[in-house]
């Protein structure tokens, strides 16, 4: 019967006064009831089988790994110079502004030098007055020593009945007198040189000049300002001599000093650069940690003991700048060739079933948009992996670890083969 037949019907019972039937009764409700309660027992005979999930593998390789320690540290000039001002006085003229090529003597600043001008001009006048006094003592001398050598003479010729021994005496002591006053003369004279030579030393050091031959990182005066020289050096300029060659300056930790060594290699990375590395080599590591003064007076006992190591970049590009952060990676050892698997494989535990009949899945199991784990492995552990057989089934290995770079671990088992297929994640994707 179809639906308007069963309309038509109803219409004409109802005309009729013939009463309703139950709603057990009417075929329209059990036809679909009957098909559902179909669906439902298909669905559990045939639909309820075991949950597939997409696994996310990486092969078992046989590889040579680079054991690298990683720091991070700021580039630097390998000749940094400080240029600063050993006068007082006001600014009248700077020639130079930062990243200015200057070279060795060139003149960066000028220092006003009325006054040190003055200075000279008395400096002279003091000097000349002081030759002046060295001849008049020089003249008093020679007469004084004419009338001692006239004296000695009557002394002599008289047998020594005249001149008296009072008069002789004066006249010695007269001469004796004159001689010390030109000495005196004569050191106000060296004195006075002195003194228009400092003089005009400071004119000199009113020029400012650059000591090296680079360029200009920081200028910190400008025209009009007054230096004042009194007590320390005021900077007015920092330079670097040389950025083709520059330094790289990072922190290694206590843990990993003793592997870094003069002459290794490394590389490094900056952001502003993404992608790129730039190499380098290790020139020498400090002895003495970077907190050793706290340390001597019982401070900061609970800091990080850390040690600077200085590498060798080539800048020749000019790509890098002073003060850069940079991410070193110094490769300090490495391994002959062995198995190895990522470590996302010795992080990887598979879903558990619940008592509810659900799965329980991990959170770190997922790897669909996922960073490569570089967590490090400890050496000499007992590590349970996974590898996946043909028919998506998982299969349980142990394995020994042994050394890692980070990203992969030597792992040694007598089941473990190149080329299987170990479980590093769980795809956020289910079949």
């Known amino acids: 019967m179809s639906m308007s037949d069963t309309t038509n019907q109803q219409e004409i019972d109802d005309f009729l006064g013939e009463p309703k039937k139950p ?24 639909g309820g089988g075991e949950r597939q999930f997409n696994y996310i593998t990486e092969e ?33 003229e700077v020639l130079v502004d930062v990243n200015d090529v200057v070279t060795r003597g060139q003149v960066l600043a000028l220092i006003n030098t009325d006054v040190i001008d003055d200075q000279i001009a008395q400096g002279r006048a003091n000097l000349n007055a002081a030759r002046a006094a060295v001849e008049q003592a020089r003249a008093t001398l020679e007469v004084d020593q004419a009338q001692l050598a006239r004296l000695q003479e009557v002394f002599r010729l008289s047998d020594g009945r005249v001149p008296s021994q009072t008069e002789m005496q004066a006249a010695e002591g007269a001469v004796r007198r004159d001689e010390a006053a030109l000495a005196s003369a004569q050191a106000n004279v060296a004195s006075a040189e002195a003194s228009l030579r400092t003089a005009q030393t400071n004119r000199d050091r009113a020029v400012i000049r650059s000591p090296v031959s680079g360029v200009v990182l920081v200028r910190q005066v400008e025209p009009g300002q007054t230096v004042a020289a009194s ?28 592997r870094v060594e003069t002459g290794q290699p ?59 952060t940079a991410t070193a990676s110094v490769r300090t050892d490495s391994t002959q060739e062995q198995l190895t698997v990522p470590n996302g494989a010795l992080r990887f535990e598979p879903p558990v079933e619940e008592e509810s009949g659900g799965m329980n899945l991990r959170n770190d199991n997922f790897g669909l948009e996922r960073e490569e784990e570089r967590a490090t492995i400890g050496a000499g552990s007992r590590q349970t992996i996974y590898v996946l057989e043909e028919d998506n089934e998982l299969r349980e290995i142990m394995v020994t670890t042994g050394l890692s770079d980070g990203r992969h671990t030597i792992v040694t088992s007598d089941e473990l083969e190149v080329g299987m297929q170990v479980v590093t994640a769980i795809s956020a994707g289910e079949d």
């Open 23 to 46: 709603f057990w009764k009417r075929k329209v409700v059990w036809i679909p009831a009957l098909v559902l309660l179909l669906a439902l027992i298909l669905y559990f005979l045939f």
């Open 60 to 92: 078992v390789e046989s590889r040579s790994l680079d054991l690298v320690v990683t720091a991070t540290g700021n580039l630097r000039p390998t000749n940094q110079v400080e240029v600063g001002s050993e006068v007082s006085g006001r600014i009248d």
């Open 231 to 258: 007590f320390n050096t005021p900077t007015l300029f920092i330079l670097a001599e040389d950025l083709s060659v520059m330094q790289l300056r990072v922190k290694v930790d206590e843990a990993d000093v003793g």
């Open 266 to 324: 490394a590389i490094f990375t900056v952001d502003a650069y993404p992608g790129r590395e730039f190499p380098a080599t290790v020139e020498r590591v400090d002895l003495a940690s970077g907190n050793i003064a706290a340390a001597s007076q019982q401070q900061n006992a609970n800091a990080v003991v850390e040690y600077e190591a200085r590498l060798t970049v080539d800048n020749a590009s000019g790509l890098l700048r002073p003060g850069m």
